[in-house]
């Protein structure tokens, strides 16, 4: 990712930018978890985009100021108008003014040399990225002349396909600002650190943002929860679970947090059922409760309403958790009997403590729900064989059962126009959750899926609203999106003799054992995100190839190995695909990974980087666009 040019400075420039790159490793390892929703809901939240409705269609530079100071420690000090006009072009009476003053002021931009701003003039990447540079407290000192790949090495384009030259769209913009709050800045710091907020794991954490900026918690308990609150449900802008919803998909038992200025509401469905244990440190005064051997932090209002009630030691308790994973509300369950389907994501073990003071060992099984809430219950057996499946999970009289479930017969292409799915109606707003046999998942949309022919089996499970059309769905490994893509770069497989039977976990997966006492086992060496890593696996061979491939990791370690399809001699363009010589394109993933090989050795390159350096590549992809296939790596010619 990383280059620089000049003799003299070369010493002192390769120095800043290895430091730099060291501090931006861990953000950039982790950009590609972050999708447009997350930034989205970062920017709305800290005020950094304009409210809705007021802002422009394009990213034009009367936005770039507002986004610019909104990001800076100036946030929230700044009117947008004013009653100063600060150039010939801009009147006082313009709803950006006092952004523009004071991001001209503040060196992030400046007039034209006829004096005017031009606030309506769409934005490319090249001042967008100088803007941010600035705004971060680097000038010509720290980078010269080679802006662009010092903005690379900050991880400020990081999931970016974007040129100096290409005029960027809103949303390249934000998640442009998103890389650049998470950046360091020239004071050695992350810059979201500069508006009183923290980052963890590359990640802006929202729970901080949130906690200062709204009011809540709420429970909903009925269709009229806003009631007082203030809110405008018009104009109302929902997330549910860190997604964009509705106030009609809201549920009983949500827990919501708002901001009446934003008109904003955040609402979380994340549940956590078990035995209640104990309460710390006292009944009375409770300020963690332990539920089947776990122990939550409460909220204020959670450990009032828990020293007020008379849930008894023993009985089955719903903790309904807020964004900051405290317990944020509590049901109890003793009269309740209910089934819930869902996709297990983890079984897991755990030492409890029984009523008499014994510990015990336990177990617990954690369910997605296809509106998205995690939900955690414990169980009498391990369930580890169910993780990857959908099951049907039923609660009468304290007792818990799980069974597995079958997939649905609904499949055929989707039209995210016409809103179909083979012969079934889907609603607008509907929630798509793609899941994966290690239990991964992640919400994916209609725009991904246009077009994409899903195949029989595929969808695991669907629920439809009033109208009879399909509101929430899980789907199978459809896009591919949540496995990683990698290149093998070395293969040492062990294999018991070809007369002993074999057996399959996977598409390439062979986990027979020997009755010749052979063991199988498999080391692999790989490439993944530009960086060296290996894998030993156990009791079973990934039939593994050198060269580009899907991975797919169980417990942090290689579960399976997919060989990517190839062609040669494609050209790469700026929006986003290749083309074969016969004309034929190809889509890039957001995240797709290109490399410059030489000796055995594979470097990471920017678009821009490639594009300058390079004129053809080979390009790897996991399966045909219209089975939701995209082009994962690039290896230059």
């Not at 169980?379 to 169910?386: D, E, F, G």
């Amino acid at each position: 990712m990383i280059f620089f040019k000049r003799i003299f400075k070369m010493m002192l420039m390769a120095l800043v930018v290895a430091v730099l790159a060291g501090l931006a490793l861990t953000n950039s390892a982790q950009a590609a978890t972050i999708n447009d929703i997350t930034v989205n809901q970062a920017l709305q939240a800290l005020e950094i985009l304009p409210p809705a409705g007021q802002g422009s269609a394009i990213f034009d530079r009367a936005t770039c100021a507002r986004m610019l100071v909104q990001s800076s420690a100036a946030r929230n000090t700044i009117s947008g108008s004013g009653s100063i006009s600060p150039f010939a072009d801009v009147s006082f009476r313009h709803p950006a003014a006092g952004y523009i003053r004071a991001a001209s002021q503040a060196g992030y931009m400046s007039a034209y040399a006829d004096g005017n701003f031009q606030p309506a003039e769409p934005v490319n990447g090249g001042v967008a990225a100088r803007a941010v540079l600035a705004l971060l407290g680097y000038g010509r000192e720290q980078y010269d002349v080679d802006y662009w790949q010092f903005a690379s090495s900050l991880g400020l384009l990081d999931n970016l396909n974007i040129s100096s030259t290409m005029n960027i769209s809103q949303q390249q913009a934000n998640r442009l600002f998103y890389n650049a709050l998470r950046a360091t800045n020239a004071a050695g710091h992350p810059q979201i650190e500069a508006l009183g907020f923290t980052i963890t794991n590359g990640v802006i954490d929202m729970q901080g943002i949130i906690s200062k900026a709204a009011s809540g918690p709420l429970t909903i308990t009925n269709a009229t929860w806003y009631k007082g609150t203030g809110l405008q449900t018009a104009s109302l802008t929902v997330y549910r679970n860190d997604s964009p919803s509705t106030l009609a998909a809201l549920q009983n038992y949500d827990v919501v947090y708002y901001n009446v200025g934003m008109n904003t509401a955040w609402a979380y469905s994340n549940k956590i059922s078990g035995v209640f244990k104990s309460a710390l440190p006292s009944r009375l005064s409770p300020v963690s409760v332990n539920i089947s051997g776990m122990s939550y932090d409460l909220s204020e209002a959670a450990a009032s309403k828990l020293a007020a009630s008379s849930a008894e030691y023993g009985e089955t308790l719903i903790l309904l958790l807020g964004p900051d994973g405290k317990v944020a509300d509590f049901l109890r369950q003793n009269s309740l009997a209910f089934d819930v389907t869902g996709f297990v994501i983890a079984a897991d073990k755990f030492v409890g403590t029984d009523d008499a003071g014994q510990e015990y060992n336990g177990y617990t099984v954690t369910l997605i729900t296809v509106d998205g809430s995690e939900l955690t219950y414990e169980v009498r057996r391990n369930y580890s064989n169910m993780v990857g499946k959908l099951v049907k999970l039923s609660y009468n009289s304290g007792e818990i059962g799980v069974t597995t479930r079958l997939a649905t017969n609904l499949y055929g292409p989707l039209d995210a126009t016409n809103l179909t799915l083979g012969d079934m109606k889907l609603a607008p707003d509907v929630r798509i959750l793609e899941v994966y046999a290690n239990g991964a998942y992640d919400n994916t949309y209609l725009s991904r899926l246009d077009g994409v022919s899903i195949g029989e089996g595929k969808v695991l499970y669907y629920t439809k609203n009033a109208d009879g059309a399909i509101n929430a769905m899980f789907i199978y490994g459809v896009t591919g999106d949540l496995l990683q893509y990698g290149i093998i770069t070395a293969v040492n497989e062990s294999k018991p003799s070809a007369s002993d039977s074999q057996s399959s976990s996977g598409d390439n997966t062979d986990t027979s054992g020997s009755s010749g006492g052979g063991t199988l086992s498999g080391f692999y060496s790989y490439v993944l995100d530009g960086k060296n890593g290996s894998s030993n696996v156990n009791g079973a061979v990934l039939n593994g190839q050198k060269g580009p491939a899907a991975l797919m990791f169980k417990n942090g370690q290689l579960d399976s190995v997919k060989a990517l399809e190839e062609v040669k001699k494609v050209k790469l363009y700026e929006a986003g695909y290749v083309l074969d010589s016969a004309g034929n394109r190809y889509l890039l993933a957001a995240n797709t990974s290109i490399y410059q090989a030489s000796g055995g050795e594979y470097k990471l390159l920017s678009q821009q980087q490639a594009m300058d350096l390079h004129t053809t590549f080979t390009a790897y992809y996991d399966k045909p666009q219209n089975e939701g296939g995209r082009v994962r790596i690039l290896i230059a010619d």
